[in-house]
């Protein structure tokens, strides 16, 4: 059984910063390409930024040059580092990623979200 889960979400002023974290945890034999989404109300899921298993990058114009996204094998977390949020940053953001539970075994996994609100 394998859970991501999402923290870090929270209340900011426009300008500030938060930093996301997805924690994989269970039998994993390796985790391929992360993504953080975000999902608005009355909205869709929409990608934020993408880290593959060889970390290249790549970013929602919308976010390129405020936030990172980075991960950390030794520990199954993946990042994401939101600088100069702005108030349409607000929503509540995901992480999805293709995990290997087996070597050649790989499903997709999201996981339950955690809000982030920007406003003053």
């Known amino acids: 059984q394998v859970q991501l889960v999402e923290s870090g979400g929270g209340l900011v002023q426009p300008g500030g910063s938060l930093r996301l974290s997805c924690a994989a945890s269970g039998t994993i034999f390796g985790i391929d390409a992360v993504g953080w989404y975000r999902q608005a109300p009355g909205k869709e899921r929409d990608l934020v930024a993408r880290?593959?298993?060889?970390?290249?990058?790549s970013y929602a114009d919308s976010v390129k040059g405020r936030f990172t996204i980075s991960r950390d094998n030794a520990k199954n977390m993946v990042y994401l580092q939101m600088n100069s949020l702005k108030p349409e940053d607000t929503a509540v953001y995901y992480c999805?990623?293709?995990?290997?539970?087996?070597?050649?075994?790989?499903?997709?996994?999201w996981g339950q979200g955690t809000q982030v609100t920007v406003s003053s």
């Open positions: 999805n990623a293709d995990i290997f539970i087996a070597r050649y075994l790989k499903h997709n996994y």
């Open positions: 880290i593959s298993s060889g970390d290249s990058t």
